[in-house]
């Protein structure tokens, strides 16, 4: 059966065309819920005054309420975070839907979240570890491997969870990992962070690098199940910054001196050809010399593995391009004799917990 991919044309700067029966509304509430954009839509079909049948705005309503009462606590929760390190003496950095939430950019109001992502100097972080354990976050995850995992080789520590809240805190000091084929200097990004209007002691990144964190975070991570609604982050940053002229020639050398050329092509090439984002020729052009040597083949790949993840959005090629882009993301993110050993170490842990599972379920 050939693809039905309903809801990314709906929130392309095409906007539609709007289902027409009522299995068309089940197919694309369905593949707006796998993807986390069920308020997006919501928000959308309520801007462009769209008839639905009831039932329909019954999971808009719900949705909608789902989205304003994540906002409110994830405000929350900034408070008590920023009551937390208020003893750092160092800038804390929200980071991503955290963010843009303060920033109340227009496509966060739809946004949902499962944790919230901060940034802080290395030098900073067993303090800043430390000040959120005495608040009520702690590692909620004891095994050694990963501990070691995440503290030597990655770009943030392991998730940080309330012990009565359950909120979860990812706790960075890097946007990608120290072992990443495409090194960051953190004290650039640190530089040029801007004070959150009203909110004491927090900040957010630059504009342009607001835009380039989000395409590294899709374009160079390995999993996909949430790349439609990243493709949108990336969308309402540039159509938001995008309005400036003077943002685009900020962007491209921004990109250039942090290392992210080819990250930035793929994220104006993707954000222009799948959701018709407005990116001016001159930065489509300034982009080509960092594609990659077989473009086509990435649009094969990124293409299919940004629709819905949805079986109805899927070809028959769709599951080897999100395997090939998944092992691609770890080939980024650590040399090969780190790899191999993280993956031999994973797959062997897979096995014995399926195995002690099993065990378990017939004894």
Known sequence: MAPRDLLTPLLSQASGP?????????????????????????????????????????????????????????????????RALRGLQAPVVVLKGAAYLLLDLPFARGRLFSD????????????????????????????????????QWMHEIPPLVHGARKTVVDLHHNILPLTSRVPVDAELLLADIVPLEGWPGLYRLADVDLVLHMA???????????????????????????????????????????????????????????????????????????????????????????????PSCEDGLTGLARWLLYWRGHWLRMPLHLLVLHLTRKTWRRIWTD?????AETA
């Not at 959308?44 to 049948?53: C, F, G, I, T």
Request: charged share 25%; glycine share 6%.
């Open 18 to 82: 709007w289902p027409r029966s009522g299995a068309e509304w089940e197919l694309l509430l369905r593949q707006a819920r796998r993807t986390r954009l069920q308020a997006s839509l919501a928000l959308e079909q309520a801007r462009q005054h769209v008839a639905a049948p009831a039932p329909v705005l019954g999971h808009f309503e719900d949705a909608n309420l789902v989205a304003q009462a994540q906002g409110r606590a994830v405000r929350w929760e900034l408070i008590e975070i920023s």
């Open 116 to 151: 919230i992502d901060l940034l802080v100097h290395r030098d900073n972080l067993p303090l800043a570890e430390a000040m959120l354990s005495v608040a009520g976050w702690q590692t909620g995850n004891p095994d050694e491997y990963d501990q070691r995992y995440y503290r």
């Open 216 to 310: 590294v975070h899709l374009f160079m991570d390995g999993e996909f199940d949430k790349g439609l609604r990243d493709l949108c982050d990336l969308h309402g940053l540039l159509t938001h910054f995008g309005a400036d002229a003077r943002f685009w020639e900020r962007l491209q050398a921004r990109a250039e001196r942090l290392g992210m050329g080819r990250t930035l092509y793929y994220a104006l090439r993707y954000a222009k050809r799948l959701l018709g984002t407005e990116v001016p020729s001159s930065a489509l052009t300034a982009t080509e010399p960092f594609g990659p040597a077989w473009p086509g083949l990435m649009d094969a790949l990124f293409q299919r593995a940004l629709r819905p993840d949805d």
């Open 355 to 359: 195995d002690d599972k099993a065990k």
